[in-house]
């Protein structure tokens, strides 16, 4: 047995492992604010102790106290493995069952010093989305994956694996919960306290799902969303040659930016303040040029808008400098949004302006309070320069992140005088009725066998399938199968994968259904030379309630009730998941989204086709129902078509009452 194999099975070793220096060629977290009163600092103590036998307390106990000092969480850096962390191979895996494989191979993706924002501190994206809160639960959670049998179930809390219950063959192998509190203890400081005493995580979406597959997923999402928001300029011009687009972020999601901006054809401007992460989306070839000189910045802009070039440039600086001097130079933006980790003001989500990214660094949990008001101030600035653009005609879409509500709260000038925002989100006029009301969503896919020729073969299985759906969908979701053909067609030569072979578009219940399908038979009929995972993020018609973003257009008064969230999770595993998760929190923050996810593995077997097709009808019309049901008139469209093709499905239709009546009645 190799020394990978060895080290999995070991779990937490008996003796000691070698300390591990602190690396600062890795992208860390930013220091926590230290939340925790003395006794509740013993109490962290003794909670990380307890993955350890007693003998080695004495070392430990030090150790972890000094880590919770310096870092305000304990991350047991001592533990990480001593092998590099990616996606393998499954037979690189010890394993009992193939699908815990898959799910090793999943969980090693999403640490992956390549794909994850801070691997030491085990942050997928997001600057807190956790796979695990410490190392000991990497180690522990690897273990049972690889002794776990078909017929066995593991729990995970919040990145803690509470151990293996036995089950059945068509139970999950593993549930996943993260961050789920009693309602009334779910702001953002209680999430501080509960992840420093090492109880609770925020496993954002794809982080704590072991979903996420690298920035090509959100490249993909941007990019049908930059293309949708360039048709809703109301300007009379064709196409979107010439068109600037402003907005901020090079970071986990954000980072799909400039990259999306240039498959859609617009120049796009992107501020990030962090270097290192300037410099991993240059290097990786997603952004085209760096800038930190702004009359140099705004002559290129102005150069690519007179040849109507598609390029991306970076600025390394504040978004804010971006909007206020745009805005003095009169260069009006087309399209702009914003993509700071908003969904985390107050903890490295956002960086104020007018001081430096180092300042910042150090004042966040040094003098919280005054960092506070700065982040407040700087919003204000941002949305008062935002409205300069949009007085030009500029479109300005929240892009999920919580910023409208952020800026709101800081007092910035956003309201509509209605109690709404003045700005959409993207969810309200675009994904939400023209691709969530019909039940379009990501479809997202992992080829086991790490080889890009599989993942090749998929892609083309993948437009096969779409196109001979096309010929016979109706007009109505035309303009959606037109643009994903397009997209996967020219995914591979946009060379998007970072991390393992991963794909992912935008399909309907029968697109993901019949995809789904053809790759189990591919996988059966040897065409693709192992096992495909299937799942999605969360940013879907039937997984997330959330009022500010997947279920922001609903208008019946329910985009607060989450239970279609957990409703979805429940029908998901016991319609034959390989893996299921919910979550609070996820894009917009803790305590604002309730988001349920599913991974499903293909191994070219009848009951993995028997499986496919029951929970992937549940998991896109459980949504569609539920927007129907609110009278989205795209989603009564949807599920009636729905009903019509699927025997047994019978869904509460609502009658649409006339305004004039209520009134009348009311009055
Ligand atoms: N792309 C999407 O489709 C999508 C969808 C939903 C939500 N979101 C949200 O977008 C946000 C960003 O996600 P991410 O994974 O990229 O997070 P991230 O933390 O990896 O990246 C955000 C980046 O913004 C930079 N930044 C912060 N303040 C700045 C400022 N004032 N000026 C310039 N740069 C600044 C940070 O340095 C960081 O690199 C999150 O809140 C996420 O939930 C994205």
């Not at 420093?196 to 997923?217: D, E, F, N």
């Not at 969503?441 to 096309?470: H, Q, Y």
Request: with cysteine; glycine share 10%.
């Amino acid at each position: 047995m190799n020394d990978f194999k060895m080290q999995i099975l070991a779990g937490i070793p008996e003796i000691l492992p070698e300390a591990k220096p602190f690396d600062p060629s890795v992208n860390h977290a930013p220091k926590r604010k230290d939340i925790l009163d003395s006794d509740e600092k013993k109490l962290a103590l003794r909670n990380a102790l307890r993955y350890f036998p007693v003998t080695l307390h004495a070392q430990l106990a030090h150790e972890f106290a000094s880590e919770l000092r310096e870092y305000g969480r304990i991350y047991m850096y001592r533990y990480r493995p001593e092998y590099e962390i990616k996606a393998r191979p499954l037979s690189e895996y010890p394993h009992r069952s193939v699908q815990a494989a898959a799910i090793m191979l999943m969980i090693t993706n999403n640490l992956d010093n390549a794909v994850a924002q801070h691997p030491h501190e085990l942050i997928t994206y997001g600057g807190n989305g956790a796979v695990f809160q410490n190392w000991a639960q990497y180690r522990l959670t690897m273990q049972y994956l690889a002794t776990m049998t078909d017929e066995q179930t593991l729990v995970m809390n919040s990145g803690h694996p509470l151990g293996l219950f036995p089950s059945h063959r068509d139970a999950p192998r593993v549930v996943v919960s993260n961050g789920m509190v009693i309602p009334n203890y779910s702001s953002q400081d209680h999430w501080e306290k509960f992840n420093a005493l090492g109880v609770s995580q925020y496993g954002q979406m794809t982080a704590g799902s072991y979903m996420y597959i690298g920035p090509q997923g959100i490249v993909h999402g941007t990019t049908i969303t930059v293309l949708n928001a360039g048709r809703r300029l109301k300007d009379g011009s064709e196409g979107l040659s010439g068109k600037l687009f402003i907005s901020s972020g090079l970071g986990g999601m954000s980072g799909a930016q400039p990259k999306a901006g240039n498959i859609a054809g617009v120049i796009s401007v992107i501020a990030e303040v962090n270097p290192k992460a300037i410099r991993t989306r240059h290097s990786q070839g997603w952004v085209d040029e760096v800038y930190d000189d702004m009359p140099a910045l705004i002559s290129r802009v102005r150069k690519a808008k007179k040849a109507g070039e598609a390029v991306s440039l970076a600025w390394h600086g504040n978004i804010v400098d971006i909007w206020e001097k745009f805005a003095d130079e009169e260069l009006w933006a087309d399209l702009g949004s914003d993509q700071t980790s908003l969904h985390n003001p107050w903890a490295g989500g956002y960086y104020p302006a007018g001081i430096t990214f180092e300042e910042a660094g150090i004042m966040m949990s040094a003098d919280p309070d005054k960092f506070r008001l700065l982040v407040k101030a700087s919003l204000r600035r941002q949305v008062d320069a935002i409205n300069r653009h949009t007085a030009h005609g500029t479109y300005f879409f929240d892009y999920g992140n919580a910023f409208l509500l952020e800026a709101s709260r800081a007092g910035a000038d956003v309201g509509d005088g209605h109690g709404g925002f003045r700005y959409p989100s993207y969810v309200q006029d675009i994904m939400g009725p023209l691709c969530f009301d019909y039940g379009f969503g990501p479809f997202r896919w992992v080829c086991c066998s790490g080889n890009p020729r599989d993942l090749e073969k998929t892609d083309e299985i993948a437009a096969g399938v779409l196109t001979a759906l096309m010929k016979e969908s109706p007009v109505e979701v035309h303009q959606q199968m037109a643009d994903n053909i397009h997209w996967i067609k020219e995914a591979g030569r946009n060379r998007l994968v970072v991390g393992s072979q991963a794909r992912i578009l935008y399909a309907d219940a029968a697109g993901r259904t019949l995809i789904a399908k053809a790759f189990n038979d591919a996988v059966s009929d040897g065409t693709v030379s192992a096992p495909v995972v299937i799942g999605r993020d969360h940013h879907d018609v039937s997984g997330t309630d959330s009022p500010f973003r997947e279920t922001s257009n609903i208008y019946d008064g329910s985009r607060f009730t989450a239970d279609m969230a957990i409703q979805n999770v429940i029908g998901d595993a016991f319609r034959g998941a390989t893996w299921v998760s919910i979550h609070n929190g996820g894009g917009v923050g803790w305590g604002e989204v309730i988001n349920g996810g599913f991974g499903m593995l293909l191994d070219g077997s009848p009951e993995a086709e028997r499986r496919l097709k029951s929970m992937l009808l549940w998991d896109v019309n459980n949504g569609i129902a539920r927007r129907s049901w609110a009278r989205n008139s795209e989603a009564v469209f949807a599920i009636r078509r729905e009903m019509a093709r699927t025997p047994g499905l019978v869904v509460t239709m609502p009658s649409l009452a006339d305004d004039n009546l209520i009134s009348e009645a009311l009055d």
